[in-house]
């Protein structure tokens, strides 16, 4: 990711005027700058705070309660950035050295890129969405699952947590998904996301169990 650290929009200094501040954010569609003083960085403003300040000739150092603590090592990856990104909802996160010294920033478009283009999202694959108990899953078995039914798992992830229970999302390259599926309901995994087919062959297991019903009175 280091390829993508950019050094466009110069961070200001304490001694900037909120009037300078504005003209950035006028400037460039961005959520918040950064502010340096000899390479460190002390925090950064955000765009809505900035438009607050009425006095424009007033230097950002009367105003660094509004500096926000937010920045990613160089050595972030894109599931780490992404994550930064998202709890501060910014579009740009300053990036510092090992030295702990400001060296630039990165731009959400850059990493969504990194992220879209990945093989994890690029490959043909199918997505699925499985539930079980927390206490019951591993991803160990949810890897023999996909590997021992033809699959390959390109990815996983737990997407949600809730009363005792757990989420996964699994992005499977498979030539035939509904194998998987059946494969997983074995193992007493609950399949969340539905797909046409499948929701085809429950309805024809509706329908069979129903008529099996009706045969036996």
Avoid: W
């Amino acid at each position: 990711m280091t390829d993508y650290i950019q050094n466009e929009i110069k961070p200001l200094r304490l001694k900037s005027s909120a009037e300078t501040a504005k003209k950035l954010f006028d400037n460039f569609p961005i959520t918040h700058f950064a502010v340096v003083e000899d390479k460190n960085l002390l925090g950064c403003f955000a765009q809505n705070d900035i438009r607050t300040i009425e006095n424009k000739p007033d230097e950002l150092s009367m105003y660094t309660h509004l500096l926000n603590s937010f920045f990613a090592d160089e050595k972030a990856t894109v599931l780490e950035l992404l994550k930064i990104f998202a709890n501060n909802d910014t579009t740009i996160v300053p990036v510092l050295n090992n030295e702990k010294k400001y060296i630039g920033y990165y731009d959400l478009c850059d990493v969504l890129e990194v992220f879209s283009a990945s093989p994890f999202m690029i490959e043909d694959s199918e997505t699925l969405i499985i539930e079980k108990m927390k206490s019951d899953y591993s991803m160990s078995e949810i890897s023999q699952i996909v590997e021992s039914n033809g699959g390959e798992l390109l990815g996983l992830y737990i997407s949600e947590k809730q009363q005792g229970f757990v989420q996964i999302t699994l992005k499977i390259s498979t030539t035939d998904i509904h194998e998987i599926m059946h494969a997983f309901r074995r193992y007493d995994y609950k399949i969340i996301s539905m797909h046409e087919n499948d929701i085809y062959l429950e309805d024809l297991k509706s329908r069979s169990d129903y008529l099996q019903k009706y045969l036996d009175m």
